[in-house]
């Protein structure tokens, strides 16, 4: 059993959390439109879940490769990246044939995590102020 | 028809294909930051907290390019190809 860093899990957390919130904002967006339906809400689930544990797993690896050499974390980091994104393209197929996924819906969460990284540095800095 | 139908299902394959060479990237790039990352905990070892947490955020946005090229062939295999041959049969009756 891997013991998980507690930056691992604290950066995993902060994703899930701004994952979450900008789901609501999604089905906020649907109900709005008057496009809901429960297959926006199994493909939004789908894909936040798929999203999150590519975070996670991404951490594991990285957390992993950085006791390595440098080649070998080099090496580690690739087949990682080939495998997640094999899961990813598995999960995303599965979403999008299946009739009870919404395709947009599984599609969109999938790019939560980019734009939670992009508010990090606000969010930290925000953090530091009130510290200070 | 059937030729017409082809020629789609090809060319969707096709583009497919030569959009997954941006999966290469990521992998690469990911790579590099790693070994540049173990480089620097190498030196200061009390900084492997900030560097992880760095390299994390660094590794999800390079991993977002290879995600672009994995919705395009997405679409490109499973939702474009049904969307071009309704048009297709649409047109020509």
Do not use: H
């Not at chain 1, 599984?106 to 606000?122: D, E, G, W, Y």
Request: net charge positive.
């Amino acid at each position: 059993m891997i013991k998980v860093d507690a930056t691992v899990k604290n950066e995993t957390r902060y994703i899930a959390y701004f994952c979450l919130i900008l789901s609501v904002l999604m089905q906020s967006v649907f109900i709005f439109l008057q496009k809901w339906t429960y297959a926006v809400l199994l493909g939004n689930l789908l894909s936040i879940a798929v999203a999150i544990l590519n975070f996670f797993v991404m951490g594991i690896t990285v957390q992993k490769a950085v006791t390595l050499e440098v080649n070998d974390a080099k090496k580690l980091m690739r087949s990682s990246q080939n495998l997640r994104k094999a899961g990813m393209f598995v999960a995303v197929v599965i979403g999008v044939v299946a009739p009870f996924f919404n395709t947009i819906a599984v599609i969109v969460p999938l790019f939560f995590p980019r734009i939670a990284v992009s508010f990090r540095p606000l969010i930290k800095d925000k953090k530091e102020v009130i510290d200070k | 028809m059937e030729i017409a139908i082809s020629i789609i299902l090809g060319c969707c394959a096709v583009g497919a294909g030569l959009a997954m060479i941006a999966g290469i990237g990521p992998g690469i790039g990911e790579g590099n930051a790693v070994a540049k990352a173990c480089e620097a905990i190498g030196r200061q070892p009390e900084c492997k907290g900030d560097v992880t947490t760095t390299m994390l955020m660094g590794c999800a946005i390079a991993e977002t390019t290879g995600l672009y090229a994995l919705v395009i062939t997405i679409l490109l295999l499973f939702v474009t190809p049904n969307m071009f041959i309704n048009i297709l049969i649409n047109t020509l009756g």
